[in-house]
């Protein structure tokens, strides 16, 4: 007996990745392995038990088994990140390694710098020895991306990839959770429009693609009222040097426009500095995404929409259903004011 049920347990430990790969969450039940296997029901409950006390599987009354997402081996999640020093990435680390933690999961970051280059050399070193999962921060993600073949092969290796904020739409297998930019665009402008502006520029990256996306919302929302702004309000910058396209930007804008809408916080307060180091500064509203500590720094002050739900806990929420084999699908967190 004592054999057969580490044999069982053994068995379906194995199974364990296939059911979670083909979106099972739930083990059959001790009737259904009992005949599949033809062994007795106390020898799956002692199986089952074994893989509980594992944490592999968590057993509810009346319900029956479901998978963790736990493994016996060492249960890391890679982060790949394009930044750790911008103002957003301390508290979306905090909350994605406080809801991984909370599961048991340690997490290790890697810093892309927004380069495909260093994107590609960070791939390689994972796929060597892959996680249970990996949360992605695309690069440039409006551009043509080289290294896609690398994720796939990351998937091959029933490595779990989940897309956070920029995302590659070639990968449409590996969900995404962003910010819902073209209604934030949208959103923004139309609280522009109601309180009178009529000439808004903005500044937006060109190779982000939410930017385009928050680009697109503004658009759609001053078409709706006639209101399109010349093409030389809307301007570009480049995430490879950006300061040299930014401050290019507000020169042309400050002297154009009653409001700039700024693709986030940082730009927004370097505009707001520029404007009021100005001999004569204008009356400029200035407004942005991500309403971080920057909205209210020294004596500056802007508006800012806020994310209505903190993206870094719900994109390990989600990834903690992938590795428990519930089915997830992209998901877009809106802006408010």
């Not at 069982?8 to 392995?33: K, M, V, W």
């Not at 078409?223 to 930007?249: N, V």
């Not at 407004?287 to 971080?292: E, I, N, Q, R």
Request: charged content about 20%.
């Amino acid at each position: 007996m004592a054999i057969k049920y580490k044999w069982l347990a053994g068995h379906l430990r194995e199974q364990l990745p296939d059911y979670t790969a083909n979106g099972i969450h739930r083990l059959p039940t001790e009737a259904a392995i009992s005949q599949r296997y033809k062994v007795s029901r106390q020898t799956v409950r002692q199986a089952l038990s074994v893989l509980e006390q594992e944490g592999l599987i968590e057993k509810r009354q009346g319900s029956g088994s479901y998978i963790t997402g736990r493994s016996r081996g060492e249960d890391r999640i890679d982060l790949l990140l394009s930044s750790d020093s911008a103002y957003l990435y301390p508290m979306l680390l905090h909350d994605i390694k406080k809801t991984l933690a909370a599961q048991g999961f340690s997490t290790t970051v890697h810093i892309t710098e927004n380069t495909f280059s260093t994107e590609h050399t960070l791939l390689q070193k994972i796929l060597h020895q892959p996680p249970r999962a990996l949360l992605v921060e695309g690069v440039k993600t409006a551009r043509t991306n080289p290294n896609l073949d690398l994720y796939r092969k990351l998937q091959k290796k029933k490595c779990p990839v989940l897309f956070l904020q920029e995302s590659y739409p070639e990968l449409t297998n590996c969900p995404c959770v962003t910010m819902d930019d073209f209604g934030g665009g949208i959103l923004l402008t139309r609280h522009l429009l109601a309180t009178g502006h009529t000439r808004i520029g903005a500044i937006f990256p060109a190779d982000m693609r939410s930017g385009l996306l928050r680009c697109q919302g503004m658009l759609h929302a001053l078409r709706d009222t006639g209101a399109l702004p010349e093409d030389s309000l809307i301007c570009w910058y480049f995430s490879d040097d950006p300061d040299y396209g930014i401050q290019k930007a507000m020169q042309k804008l400050i002297s154009s426009c009653t409001a700039i809408v700024c693709y986030n916080d940082t730009i927004a307060y370097a505009l707001c500095r520029a404007v009021s180091d100005l001999p004569q500064p204008p009356e400029i509203t200035v407004a942005s995404f991500d309403h971080s500590y920057l909205c209210h720094f020294g004596h500056t002050e802007f508006l800012s929409l806020t994310p209505a739900e903190a993206p870094g806990s719900r994109a390990a929420g989600v990834l903690l259903h992938q590795l428990q084999g519930i089915l997830v699908s992209s998901t877009e967190i809106p802006w408010k004011l």
